[in-house]
């Protein structure tokens, strides 16, 4: 009887209100945020970079630090937007009945979403440039070419803070979290090159990691903080819009579902 | 004048059951206008629908004079709500919920803090501005949120049990508030299953129940409609309670009865003679009807 309401959503200036919120809130947690953004990386690049990199030397015609600190750059926006799209859109979603206030002003779950959306886009843009500034600090970039990386990164942000959100639309508790980030989050992690060039996997799988949005992630961050020409990016670019754009449908539709009764 | 909200046979159904049955009101500018009814009567779907938030399965409903499935946004602009539970930021302080909330509206900045002085001040909660919200009372809690469903000078304000779960004083503090608002040309709309409240602050309401509406009109209206104007209620064991039918209308629940009548004095005169009843005289009202109407069985829903 509950039918799903299929219609397109409309994005409208409102949602920069949400986002607005959700940067002021981010504010105020500043201290923790900072040591999140730096401290991880920071233990990436110095751990495995170095440590790894002793022996690896170089992987793909550039340093290992090069090679790792790029791909970790896109393996962060998506997990940031990943926890944020999760984590803390379920809090504000059920949990904390902060949408269903902002429900009975104009805004619609349209807005609110797409709010979101910019947010998770915003702090991976945030981690981002923390992973990129410690990366230089180790001497792993070499040109201002690689800011071109952080609009890369926004668009990742988007790409990932989609099918989180469906996770929480969907989601009947946190624990249910575990199930995207153990079949999905960490397999892209492992699996879209982030550590190594695809190229040394099986060649089936080749073709499944191609369906992954963060392997083409990956593929546009890399030469921009290498200092190489991007092959293909009208593909890449296209994969991260597309899946940003479906993301964000399934989410408005889904999340009309639960909260419109 | 034009009524603020027509709703006309509005209906929900759900997969397993069905909220609202072919109901239909009208609410008029600038009175206090309740539904009462016990739990699960269905108040609060045709709230929910009132705010677009819930689509209706069948029926028409203007807010406005606009059309609730055309112009939700349009509409929720010139609404108040106070949900049933408090939904506050947690993250952030008194005053910036209130800014905040401001800003979902696109209203001036200019205006905004200015308003929301005048709120905090409304609410008795200027002193409290910087506070977090999670280190405000029950009632605190409750007076910021009537303020922040103002922050938009809304021409009507939806409240949905505006006192649950809260102390004798906070409610009567709420009360004043709320006769303040209609006192000055806010349209209330307001569920309520305290009888006491409705009495106090509605001028027109319905009851309902298992999604249908039983009746409406003022609490006078009502009371007049459904129940004799004066009731003896009786507590202990009746010796002899066909004696006492034939005084009055009398219904039992354990060792409570309840008399109603007309004439109460044939009925006074036998009990002065019977020793050990205790007994209270008292009129009738909303409580009476409400029972009469939604039956005295316990609700477990």
New interface residues.
Partial sequence: ??AM?WQLPIIRR?AL?IW??NI??WR?LIGPAIVMNFGEPALYLLGLGFGLGFFIGEMANMPYLTFLASGIIASTAMTTASFEGMYSVYTRMVP???Y?????????IDDILAGEMLWCGTKSVFSGIAILLVAALLGAVHSWHALWAIPVVFLTGLCFAGPAIIMSALSPGYDFFNYYFVLAVTPMFIMCGVFYPISTLPEVMQSIVYLLPLTHAVELTRPLIAGNPVEHPLLHLGVLAGYTLIGYYFAVVLTRKR??? | MQPIVQARHLEKHFARFTAVKDVSFTIPRGKCFGFLGPNGAGKTTILRILLGLSPATGGQLTVFDLDIQQQAREIRRRIGVVPQQDNLDPDFTVRENLQIYASYFALPRREIESRIDRLLEFAALSERADAKTEHLSGGMKRRLTIARALINDPELVILDEPTTGLDPQARHVIWAKLSELRDRGTTLVLTTHYMEEAERLCDELVVMDHGLILDQGSPAQLIKRHVEPEVIEISGELPDSSELEQLCRIEHIGRSHYCYAHNPRPLLDHLQNQQDLIFLHRPADLEDVFLKLTGRELRDT
């Fill in positions: 009887m509950n309401n409102s209100t607005r919120r002021l809130v105020k904390q009945n902060t269903e206030a902002i429900l009975t002003t104009p805004l619609d909260l419109i009764v």
